[in-house]
């Protein structure tokens, strides 16, 4: 049985740490990587 592959990372929370991870890998370019925030909170701010 073959299952797909949904992201290379799963973040999970909202917060400083996984945001920064996703920042740094937005303003690098690098594209070869898929990712998922996920976050209980309908409202961070």
């Given amino acids: 049985m073959k299952k797909d592959k949904i992201a290379d990372f799963i973040i999970?929370?909202?917060?400083?740490?996984?945001?920064?991870?996703?920042?740094?890998?937005?303003?690098?370019?690098?594209k070869k990587y898929s990712f998922i925030v996920i976050e209980k909170k309908k409202k961070i701010f």
Avoid: D, P, T, Y
């Fill in 12 to 30: 999970l929370g909202g917060g400083c740490s996984g945001l920064s991870f996703v920042n740094q890998l937005i303003e690098k370019e690098i």
